[in-house]
């Protein structure tokens, strides 16, 4: 019953508190009420690349230098430890992402000297952005990661400016936004979902552990897979060009055969 009161006095009500208040901020943003707020220049990225591809270039241990070398002269979105590899290529992503705090600690001066077109921090980070450039905050909705649930639960969002859903990865993240800026065809690219006891859980080791990595690939798998629903009512395309791996939820291509395919396409890489 101690135990009981704890939970709720400090971790229930809290957490409680921080929805109310992201869902007033929400509120408030919608109906113009309040139109200075963080997020603004996310309304300038709408249908941006409208009809075209990406690749989101997630950090997963099957993800190779080769990989990034070949998506040279593509779109690509992608996050977190991919900095660290930017010694052995030249290759850079169109787009950047990031939302866990620890991890921002780690790689924030390499983000700080990352060139790119755009990146998306989320305001789960609150330190102050200005000095970053191209940078967009986007409202992350966190309350389905702090709660406990017998089954994961999350939804999908068609438009970051109102509202970013966590879906357990940054990756999760990035398929929404790069869906609001009008992309009709998304690859996934070392997307491994697969966190094993040998705790080789990135391309790039930075020594960082998810505490609770091993729900992390049924909580990614569930996420997944509301976004194939989203895309399969909107008519967008998802597919999975990892190598290997747990994701069974998109249809696997081969990262060569797709770019040999069409070279009009255009990838996004996302993180892990």
Not at 69 to 79: A, H, R, Y
Request: net charge positive; proline share 3%.
């Amino acid at each position: 019953m101690i135990l009981l009161i704890r939970n709720v006095q400090y971790v229930y009500i809290p957490l409680l508190f921080i929805h109310v208040v992201f869902q007033i901020k929400k509120i408030l943003r919608v109906t113009r009420l309040v139109r200075n707020s963080q997020y603004e220049k996310l309304k300038s990225l709408k249908n941006k690349h409208l009809g075209e591809r990406c690749f989101i270039v997630a950090t997963g241990p099957s993800l190779t230098i080769e990989d990034l070398n070949k998506l040279k002269n593509e779109i690509t979105f992608s996050m977190n430890s991919i900095c660290l590899a930017f010694g052995e290529t030249d290759w850079r992503p169109t787009y950047f992402g990031i939302q866990d705090k620890g991890v921002f600690k780690k790689l924030e001066n390499h983000i700080f000297d990352l060139k790119c077109e755009g990146k998306f921090i989320g305001d789960t980070i609150t330190m102050p952005l200005k000095h970053f450039e191209n940078c967009f905050s986007y409202p992350l909705n966190l309350l389905n990661h702090n709660f406990v649930h017998k089954k994961y639960r999350t939804k999908f969002s068609k438009n970051p400016f109102y509202v970013v859903y966590d879906g357990y990865s940054i990756t999760y993240s990035l398929i929404q936004i790069a869906v609001y800026m009008g992309f009709k065809e998304i690859y996934l690219l070392g997307a491994d979902c697969n966190y094993s006891s040998n705790m080789n859980h990135h391309f790039k080791n930075y020594n960082h552990v998810d505490p609770a990595f091993l729900m992390a690939g049924d909580k990614m798998i569930c996420a997944y897979k509301e976004a194939k629903k989203f895309a399969d009512e909107h008519n967008i395309k998802i597919y999975n060009a990892t190598r290997g791996g747990m994701l069974e939820v998109f249809e696997r291509v081969e990262l060569d055969q797709v770019l040999c395919g069409n070279k009009h396409m255009k990838i996004v890489y996302a993180g892990s």
